[in-house]
């Protein structure tokens, strides 16, 4: 089950409904969450790999499936669902809090919007 805390965003996979991604706020426990069925049951894939600090976004980009995008209050990371690996994909992003985040498939790179700091881009292709 999810904890009784705030759910910030749900995203679902682009080619499985039934896959979907939850993001959590507040402290002390994980804060993210995948479920394989619909939201029926859900399963911790944060697995303390993560910052303890409220995460607010997540993305899985249309053409890479693979890999789920996150932004909470200590930047953005990105999860390769394969390895089951977290990465700090943050680089030269100021210390702010991420509230969205939105791939543009055309160009290739990841808009982060941050409060107070303005939005933050990066290339990903």
Not at 68 to 78: S, T
Not at 83 to 96: H, I, V, Y
Request: aromatic share 8%.
């Amino acid at each position: 089950m999810l904890p009784g805390h705030t759910i910030t965003r749900l995203v679902t996979h682009p080619q499985d409904a039934k896959l979907v991604y939850a993001t959590v706020a507040n402290f002390g426990h994980p804060h993210v969450f995948r479920s394989r069925d619909g939201g029926t049951t859900w399963e911790d894939v944060d697995r303390g790999q993560l910052p303890d600090v409220p995460h607010h976004a997540a993305l899985i980009r249309p053409d890479e499936p693979g890999k789920v995008y996150v932004g909470n209050d200590a930047g953005v990371f990105i999860l390769d669902v394969q390895s089951g690996g977290w990465a700090n994909l943050t680089k030269n992003l100021p210390n702010a809090m991420v509230i969205d985040l939105v791939y543009h498939v055309k160009d290739g790179t990841l808009s982060a919007a941050t409060y107070g700091r303005s939005i933050w881009r990066i290339r990903l292709k």
